[in-house]
């Protein structure tokens, strides 16, 4: 009954409340009379129940949230105040949710969240290269549905799209983080081997946002229907929280620390996302911090310096790929990962910044509730310019000047795995 309803009854209530033929108050009405008196007791369930109920009942949070906020004058800035009056035998419905998300044994945040929507929402995703199995990444539903805010396709492609992204990332990390072992040798065949398949991954996650971005708007999402309805529904449950985005992607932020990023305080910006990761994604980030980044070895190995990288000529720097040809490979790897971040600035581009900025020519500014003028965890265009900056200039990029045409083509490019070969399937 609970699935049922919020499955199917919620996504129909928030669409009529978007257009007006109900009340406002008739999704937190429903969800306290119809709802939570079906909730089970948290001791009953076991760990895979609760994750889905955590799911379920983010999209019930966040779409009483939203329409209290919108409605209420000044509910913005009292968003507790939208579930007052929703208990649950007797709890107060955040109280339940906070038990809920720790019954998931996943340390869970007391909200919904980048896992709960994306990845446990959306079904499990396999990545292959040809038929070599690369990256599982499951959900903890086996219905086949992605649960969405309105039921619309746009909303489902949008929550497919980010978690294939994952498995992507997921199956690109699989591959790389071995070689971040202490003992490992970065320039050896088999190493070699890990960072094309890496290389070619990540290719592939950039051609999946470009296809995205290549169909029409009512194969992909309306950029209007992104903006207005799907980001609306990311408000704050209580002031100070963090909402769900992109940017709690926690396989994008271990690639980042893998490869290295050169932002001032990266890592100070991560920790401030921790409450909203889940333990495990925590416990990882904080090694890979703690760990020298994969090109900072590789440069310590070949004995070489990034710095002095740059003063060398091109003659100079194809002699030095003649001694160590694996440098070929790493720059390809590093220039994937910035040409990836290139295609993800695009999206947010496409489908936000750019329609904002018509709006505010327009004269028809911004939403009230959640700004289209930067993300939900605050980062704007400049910020993400500025990462896609930071990952273009790798410490390997001052190869880029000997690796022009014919010297990029003949060292070992025909063995390198195409993009082509990998595939990223829902399998259920
Ligand atoms: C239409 C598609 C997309 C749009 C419009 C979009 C938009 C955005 C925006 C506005 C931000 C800033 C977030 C914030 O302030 O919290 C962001 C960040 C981010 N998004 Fe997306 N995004 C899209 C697709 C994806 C996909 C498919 C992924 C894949 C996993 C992804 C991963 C990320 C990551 C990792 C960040 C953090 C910034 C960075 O590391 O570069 N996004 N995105």
Redesign the pocket.
């Known amino acids: 009954m609970v699935g049922d309803w919020v499955d199917t009854e919620l996504p129909r209530l928030n669409r009529a409340v978007l257009r007006s033929e109900i009340p406002h108050s008739a999704v937190a009405d429903q969800t306290r009379d119809l709802l939570l008196p079906h909730l089970p007791a948290i001791d009953r369930l076991d760990p895979s129940e609760a994750r889905r109920l955590v799911v379920r009942l983010g999209f019930v949070g966040a779409s009483v949230a939203r329409h209290y906020q919108e409605w209420n004058p000044g509910g913005k800035e009292t968003p507790e105040r939208a579930f007052d009056d929703l208990t649950v035998d007797g709890h107060p419905f955040r109280d339940y949710f906070a038990a809920l998300a720790a019954h998931t044994g996943a340390g869970h945040y007391g909200r919904d969240s980048y896992a709960s929507l994306v990845r446990w929402n959306v079904g499990t995703i396999e990545v292959r290269c040809g038929a070599e199995l690369l990256a599982v990444l499951p959900g903890v539903f086996d219905d086949g549905n992605i649960r969405s805010y309105t039921g619309t396709p746009g909303e489902e492609r949008?929550f497919l799209?980010?978690k294939?992204?994952?498995a992507l990332?997921l199956a690109v990390n699989e591959m790389l983080c071995p070689l971040s072992d202490e003992d490992a040798c970065l320039v050896s065949e088999g190493a070699i081997e890990r960072v094309r398949l890496a290389t070619a991954l990540i290719l592939a996650?950039r051609s999946?946002?470009l296809d995205?971005?290549a169909l029409p708007p009512d194969e992909?999402?309306p950029a209007d229907h992104?903006m207005d309805v799907f980001r609306q529904f990311a408000v704050h449950w209580t002031a100070g929280d963090i909402p769900p985005?992109?940017?709690?992607?926690p396989?994008?932020?271990k690639r980042?620390f893998l490869l290295g990023i050169a932002i001032t305080d990266y890592d100070r910006h991560v920790r401030r996302l921790f409450p909203a990761l889940l333990d495990g994604e925590r416990a990882t980030i904080e090694e890979l911090m703690a760990r020298p980044t994969l090109p900072q070895r590789l440069l310590d190995h070949l004995d070489l310096d990034a710095g002095t990288l740059a003063d060398r000529s091109p003659a100079e720097l194809r002699h030095l790929i003649g001694a160590h040809p694996a440098l070929v490979d790493w720059y390809r790897l590093l220039t994937a990962h910035a040409r990836a971040?290139g295609a993800?600035?695009m999206?947010?581009q496409?489908?936000?910044?750019k329609p904002q900025r018509r709006r505010d020519v327009a004269g028809q500014g911004d939403k009230p509730l959640v700004s289209n003028r930067?993300?939900?965890?605050?980062?704007?265009e400049t910020f993400?310019e500025r990462?896609?900056r930071a990952r273009r200039n790798h410490p390997l990029a001052p190869l880029r000047t000997a690796l022009t045409g014919e010297t990029a083509e003949k060292v070992r490019a025909a063995e390198v795995p195409s993009a082509a070969s990998v595939s990223v399937a829902l399998v259920g």
């Not at 496409?350 to 910044?353: A, M, S, T």
């Not at 930067?374 to 704007?380: A, P």
């Open positions: 949008f799209l980010v294939q992204a994952e990332e996650m999946l946002f995205f971005a992909s999402m992104f985005s992109g940017a709690l992607d396989e994008a932020l980042d971040a993800h600035l999206l947010s496409k489908f936000l910044f930067r993300g939900t965890t605050g980062m704007n993400l990462l896609t």
